[in-house]
């Protein structure tokens, strides 16, 4: 059973960022925080991101995205005001100075694809803000380095997509009774950047591993999470009160090269 956990922040607020590719396990990690640690979830404000794609089935509007047309989030792009974006063919966009006067109140919390967290961490206007950044992996480094040990013979590019891949199906098989043309389109698109997305990861503060991505039944099959998922969720906790679990990475620049 969790005990009620106290984050231990500096006094100024920070910027707390949770990546990873797509079904790594970021939402539900988000909303595991939130029923059984509620009192850590709340001190994090969560940035909300316009997006002009459609929402998935159990996405709401306002609390998972602000949705939008693409004319209206393309406006986004000629404003200085706000960080602009095509990831993976949606168009995103963030609002500074919204997310600015957050830090003047709380911690700002972004959980969502490396590429909008990879621009919050480059962001000049964003350079005098703390941050605390995490990288959720579906592979440990160990995994990933017997994997590219040249006796295997693997394509490392290829297994991670495969991976992912067979999540983010296990995932939509979940959300749907049936799997449309469009939803395997969107699926590739995914898994075609899992790689790059990953040989990202050594920008970030931390790398978790965590096994159990969104496709899996170990963060909603009982109260509290089991298996990865509970690991998951304690480094992270861990983290937020600025400790170091013995889960959590570094990867170092090389670890994963990508010439995209």
């Known amino acids: 059973m969790y005990l009620v956990t106290i984050i231990y922040f500096m006094n ?66 000629i404003n200085p005001d706000f960080i602009f974006m095509n990831v993976r063919g949606d168009l995103q966009a963030l609002d500074l100075k919204e997310l600015v006067k957050i830090l003047e109140k709380s911690h700002a919390f972004f959980e969502g694809n490396p590429y909008v967290a990879k621009a919050l961490l480059d962001h000049p206007g964003l350079a005098s803000f703390p941050r605390l950044s995490v990288f959720l992996s579906p592979l440990s480094k160990e995994e990933i380095m017997e994997l590219k040990d040249p006796a295997w013979h693997i394509d490392i590019p290829k297994m991670l997509s495969e991976i992912m891949r067979r999540k983010q199906l296990r995932r939509k098989t979940k959300q749907k009774v049936e799997i449309s043309l469009n939803d395997l389109e969107d699926i590739e698109r995914r898994v075609n950047s899992v790689y790059e997305e990953l040989s990202m990861a050594w920008h970030f503060d931390y790398v978790i591993p965590n096994h159990d991505g969104e496709d899996s039944d170990n963060w909603e099959m009982f109260y509290y999470p089991i298996g990865d998922a509970r690991k998951t969720l304690h480094a992270f906790i861990e983290l937020l009160k600025g400790n170091i679990p013995d889960l959590a990475e570094k990867w170092d620049k090389d670890f994963l090269p990508c010439n995209l």
């Open 12 to 77: 100024t607020n920070k910027i707390v960022i949770l990546t990873g590719p797509s079904c790594v396990g970021k939402s539900p990690l988000e909303k595991t925080l939130a029923k059984v640690s509620p009192d850590v979830r709340n001190s994090l404000h969560k940035l909300l991101l316009y997006n002009d794609r459609q929402p998935r089935p159990g996405e709401r509007d306002g609390i998972d995205y602000r949705f939008s047309t693409t004319d209206q989030v393309k406006n986004f792009k």
